[in-house]
């Protein structure tokens, strides 16, 4: 259990996707197929790279240093065929329909291409309203971003919104400088090991998965009231 958050608790949970929603599993896997390399090798290569801190494009630059690997984006598409119910982790669901019974304003907001909108859309997610950011037409970490995901919401007040991601780059720091409360999610590649910078405030919550989480903010609520 992460330590419960100080000040007035949030009424917005706002959920990021890679790792956080959806497990990137298969998202990895066509590209070493596609590059030609194992899965463990390229996820070998993946987790090297994020502990050195470069980004996934180095991957591409050490593995197939020749390949345009961007041009098969398309080709990577088709593959992979879009999110599918089998990639939500198994905490997803229950979380979001505790959050959502229980008043909290759910939304979904997370670096994605504009493709991937839609298939979460299909995906039916108990959420207020989600976007990607290609859709709001900046990424994190770009201040912009949040300020875009605030638009998404009811509350104009960022201490009331709860970011959830599982980068501390992308996702805690950049959200909590944008005056958001922060859940550090730490699983998948980025949330196992990449570390908290000394720079960087402590996230409000830190947790290893999301069946925690409503009980968390729903104890919180109850603290600050
Ligand atoms: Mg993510």
């Given at each position: 259990?992460?330590?419960?958050?100080?000040?007035?608790?949030?009424?917005t949970?706002?959920?990021?996707?890679?790792?956080?929603?959806?497990?990137?599993?298969?998202?990895?896997?066509?590209?070493?197929?596609?590059?030609?390399?194992?899965?463990?090798?390229?996820?070998?290569?993946?987790?090297?790279?994020?502990?050195?801190?470069?980004?996934?494009?180095?991957?591409?630059?050490?593995?197939?240093?020749?390949?345009?690997?961007?041009?098969?984006?398309?080709?990577?598409?088709?593959?992979?065929?879009?999110?599918?119910?089998?990639?939500?982790?198994?905490?997803?669901?229950?979380?979001?329909?505790?959050?959502?019974?229980?008043?909290f304003e759910?939304?979904?907001?997370?670096?994605?291409?504009?493709?991937?909108?839609?298939?979460?859309?299909?995906?039916?997610?108990?959420?207020g309203?989600?976007?990607?950011?290609?859709?709001?037409?900046?990424?994190?970490?770009?201040?912009?971003?949040?300020?875009?995901?605030?638009?998404?919401?009811t509350?104009?007040?960022?201490?009331?919104?709860?970011?959830?991601?599982?980068?501390?780059?992308?996702?805690?720091?950049?959200?909590?400088?944008?005056?958001?409360?922060?859940?550090?999610?730490?699983?998948?590649?980025?949330?196992?090991?990449?570390?908290?910078?000394?720079?960087?405030?402590?996230?409000?919550?830190?947790?290893?998965?999301?069946?925690?989480?409503?009980?968390?903010?729903?104890?919180?609520?109850?603290?600050?009231?």
């Open positions: 259990m992460g330590s419960l958050g100080v000040g007035p608790a949030p009424d949970v706002v959920f990021d996707v890679g790792e956080v929603l959806i497990d990137e599993t298969r998202v990895w896997a066509v590209w070493a197929e596609l590059i030609g390399v194992s899965p463990l090798t390229f996820a070998a290569v993946l987790g090297a790279g994020i502990v050195q801190g470069e980004p996934v494009a180095a991957v591409f630059a050490h593995l197939a240093p020749n390949l345009a690997w961007r041009e098969l984006e398309e080709e990577h598409e088709e593959r992979y065929g879009g999110f599918r119910e089998e990639d939500l982790y198994p905490d997803v669901r229950p979380c979001l329909s505790e959050l959502a019974t229980a008043g759910v939304v979904i907001a997370g670096n994605q291409p504009a493709r991937r909108g839609p298939q979460l859309e299909r995906l039916e997610l108990p959420c309203s989600l976007s990607t950011s290609e859709q709001m037409g900046a990424s994190k970490p770009d201040p912009a971003f949040f300020t875009a995901v605030l638009d998404l919401v509350t104009e007040d960022p201490g009331r919104v709860l970011y959830v991601g599982d980068r501390t780059d992308n996702d805690v720091r950049a959200a909590a400088a944008a005056g958001m409360r922060t859940c550090w999610l730490r699983r998948g590649p980025w949330g196992q090991l990449q570390d908290l910078p000394d720079d960087v405030e402590e996230p409000d919550l830190v947790l290893e998965g999301l069946g925690e989480l409503p009980m968390l903010l729903t104890a919180w609520q109850e603290e600050s009231a």
